[in-house]
Nanobody, 121 residues
C-alpha cells in the first residue's frame, strides 16, 4: 500500500554533514506526522526528530541545534539535515509516517527499511 524509502546515509568524518531523505509512495490520501528514528548496535530504537502535518517539530536533546527536520508535503518527502555529526550519531536511521490510505480508507504507521549513517572519529 505505502512504501517509505530512505536515502542519503553514508560514511562521514566527525564534524561533517549528511542529509537524509524519506520518500513515501503508494495509495496515500494524507500523511500526518512523520518521524526519524535511529538504532545503534546493541541499543533500542530511539526517536531523533518529528514533524507534524502543520510543520511543528520536536527533537531529541542529543541532536538539538545540530539536526533539522523538514518536509515537502507536495512530494510526500521528509528530510533530516544532520550537521556537526559525532561518532555517537552512528546508527541505522529509519523514517516513520502515519498515513491515511485510500484503498482501504484507513490510517496506519509505516516504516522505511533504514539507511546506515557511520561517523568516524
Amino acid at each position: 500500500q505505502v512504501q517509505l524509502v530512505e536515502s542519503g546515509g553514508g560514511l562521514v568524518q566527525a564534524g561533517g554533514s549528511l542529509r537524509l531523505s524519506c520518500a513515501a509512495s503508494g495509495s496515500i490520501l494524507r500523511i500526518n506526522g512523520m518521524d526519524w528514528y535511529r538504532q545503534a548496535p546493541g541499543k533500542q530504537r530511539e526517536l531523533v526528530a518529528g514533524i507534524s502535518s502543520g510543520g511543528s517539530t520536536n527533537y531529541a536533546d542529543s541532536v538539538k541545534g545540530r539536526f533539522t527536520i523538514s518536509r515537502d508535503s507536495a512530494k510526500n518527502t521528509m528530510y533530516l539535515q544532520m550537521n556537526s555529526l559525532k561518532p555517537e550519531d552512528t546508527a541505522v536511521y529509519y523514517c516513520n509516517a502515519r498515513v491515511w490510505t485510500t484503498q482501504p480508507m484507513s490510517i496506519s504507521d509505516y516504516w522505511g527499511q533504514g539507511t546506515q549513517v557511520t561517523v568516524s572519529s
